[in-house]
Structures are given as C-alpha cells and as structure tokens.
C-alpha cells in the first residue's frame, strides 16, 4: 500500500490560485490514475477530478474551467491547481490513488477566507 | 448532472444488522456504475471499503458486504461494532469516466 502526503499553503486569498502537491511514497506513480477529492468543513466529499500517470485527465464539469491536474514522474508527484477561489472553496483536499479512490492521503485543509 | 442520494442517517444496535442504499438520479443502480463505498471516522481521512459492487480489501472487515438491492447499490454491516459508528460515503461511475459522491449516511451504533 503507498503512502500519499498532501501539502501545500493552508491559507489562501480570495481570487488567488490554490496549488497542493501530493507526494507518493511506498510505490511508483507510474501506471496508476492519481484523484483530488475534496471535503468543505462540515459536509461531504466532492470529487475533483484526477490525472494518469501519462498525463491524461478528467474534471468535475463543475470545476473544469478553473482546475489542473498534473504528475511529475520523475518527482512521484501529483499536482492539483485551483484558480480564482473564494471561500466556498474552503476544504480538506485528499489525493487517493485510483480513480474511483483506493488508498488515501491525510488530507490538508486549506483555508479561503471570505 | 447526476445525483446520488444515501439515507442521512441510519442507528443500529450492537450486534445488529443494518443496510445502506445508494441511489441515482438517473435511474436503476447495476454493476455498470461500480459503486464504491467509503468509512470515514471523525477526525480522519475515508478509508475504502467496498469496489465495484460488492468486492472486498484486505483491509474490509468481513462484516461488511456490499450487493446491489432493489435499484440501489447496498452496503450491509452485519454484527455492528461500536467502531463501526461513523459517516459512509458511496460513489458511482457514469459513463467510465464522470464519478459522484452520494452525500453520506451518518451511523449511530447504539
């Protein structure tokens, strides 16, 4: 089983861009499809979207126009970027391997304030 | 877009049986849609417990199962635990690509 750390900012402005990094321990990233998962404080768990280790992604149509999913091989990485965020887009973020999810990360819990 | 809809909350006895549904929107839940089911204890991030329908980790306790049951995708704990009490999230898969989140039933064992 991997192991999956979530980091990145925990704070982060009004219209700025949320960017996490999900590093992979334990096994490759190769091979795999690597998720985003979200969940506001509170309530329940939104999927975001996710990425294959050869690039290829998918999004939640509600997010599409304003979040990137990408994977450094050389670094096991996972990268999710959010632009313009308000404060609805307060959350702990998990990365999971597999889409549907698998294994999980901790989850970060990052911060828009209003 | 789809909507998958799960019983807010549910409480079972110790030693009990209890089963969770997870509905679409769309229409009848099959094997089509893969459900998954998820735990997730207060505090701590969701653990899997369930794929594609009714298919078990290493790490599922055998008291969970998962079937599919009048339209539904189920998820039945039988001889609840205390630590069984937590929140159960499922998904489905449309179209093998488009995956949702149910909004979660909370379980009380009591």
Redesign the interface.
């Known amino acids: 089983q991997v192991q999956l750390q979530e980091s990145g900012p925990g704070l982060v402005k009004p219209s700025e861009t949320l960017s996490l990094t999900c590093t992979v321990s334990g096994g490759s990233i190769s091979n795999s499809y690597w998720s985003w998962?979200r969940q506001p404080p509170g309530k329940?768990?939104?999927?975001i979207g996710y990425v294959y280790y050869t690039g290829i992604t998918?999004y939640n149509?509600?997010l599409k126009s304003r979040v990137t999913i990408s994977v450094d091989t050389s670094k096991n990485q996972v990268s999710l970027r959010l632009t313009s965020v308000t404060a609805a887009d307060t959350a702990t973020y998990?990365c999971a391997k597999n889409?549907?999810?698998?294994?999980?990360?901790?989850?970060t819990l990052v911060t828009v304030p209003s | 877009q789809a909507v998958v809809t799960q019983e807010p909350s549910l409480t079972v006895s110790p030693g009990g049986t209890v089963t969770l549904t997870c509905g679409s929107s769309t229409g009848t839940v099959t094997g089509a849609h893969y459900p998954y089911w998820f735990q997730q204890k207060p505090g701590q991030a969701p653990r899997t417990l369930i794929y594609d329908t009714s298919n078990k980790y290493s790490w599922t306790p055998a008291r969970f199962s998962g079937s599919l049951l009048g339209g539904k995708a189920a998820l039945t704990l039988s001889g609840a635990q205390p630590e069984d009490e937590a929140d159960y999230y499922c998904l489905l898969s449309y179209n093998g690509a488009r995956v949702v989140f149910g909004g979660g039933t909370k379980l009380t064992v009591l």
């Open positions: 998962i329940g768990l939104e999927w998918n149509s509600s998990y889409s549907p999810p698998r294994d999980w990360g901790q989850g």
